[in-house]
């Protein structure tokens, strides 16, 4: 069996532990947490690039003592406190050769998430993709056509226009409030 994992808010808490983070240490750096809040939903949609996210934040304050690097390491020095540990340890259990990452975002800030959280060695594949996933999670199905593929994201439009009649060794688990018990279902049936 594969197992093809999410990232963001899957294995890793980007929204209720890394974004309330950054709002910190641009705080620390003297955005207030408000003004960086506000500043990230009217940016947000597309590719979210972290290192211009402060540098736009910095000059909009007209912050020049304190450099964007330094607020960025700040933030992503935190990476490994923030990943879902119980999953994490499914994932190792599960082994390399059967876990693949397809996350969506920003290459860049994405791959040095998963870098920084220290779950990259756990996967024999990682993809991060700006569009669709619908390419990478049907190329690792027919790659293991004799084997079931699972698909375990917390965003449901990412399942929309799969192929499952033509990869019927693909099944998705909504990673919700029931996620974990519904991968752990999934597993004990293997």
């Known amino acids: ?9 899957v294995l890793f808490y980007n929204t209720e532990k890394l974004k309330r983070h950054i709002y910190l240490c ?8 408000n003004t960086a809040e ?3 939903k009217k940016i947000r949609g597309g590719e979210f690039s972290l290192k211009n996210f402060i540098l736009d934040l910095l000059k909009k304050e007209k912050i020049k003592e304190i450099k964007m690097e330094d607020v960025y390491e700040d933030i992503m020095s935190k990476c490994p406190d923030f ?15 059967n876990c693949y990452l397809v996350t969506y975002g920003e290459k860049e800030f994405n ?9 990259a060695p756990l996967f024999c594949e990682i993809n991060v993709v700006s569009g669709s996933k619908k ?3 049907e190329r690792i199905c027919a790659k293991h056509k004799n084997e079931k593929a699972v698909f375990i994201d917390d965003v449901p439009k990412h ?16 990673f919700d409030d029931k996620g974990l018990e519904k991968l752990k279902t999934e597993i004990s049936k293997a």
């Open 159 to 174: 399942f929309e226009n799969l192929d499952f009649k033509k990869y019927p060794n693909l099944k998705t688990i909504l």
């Open 1 to 9: 069996m594969k197992f093809i994992f999410d990232f963001d808010d």
């Open 26 to 33: 641009l705080d620390n750096a003297g955005v207030s947490y």
């Open 111 to 119: 791959k040095e998430k998963v870098e920084r959280s220290g779950i």
């Open 135 to 137: 390419e990478i999670i």
């Open 38 to 40: 506000t500043y990230y």
């Open 83 to 97: 990943i879902n540990k119980e999953l994490v340890d499914i994932v190792r259990k599960l082994g390399k050769e």
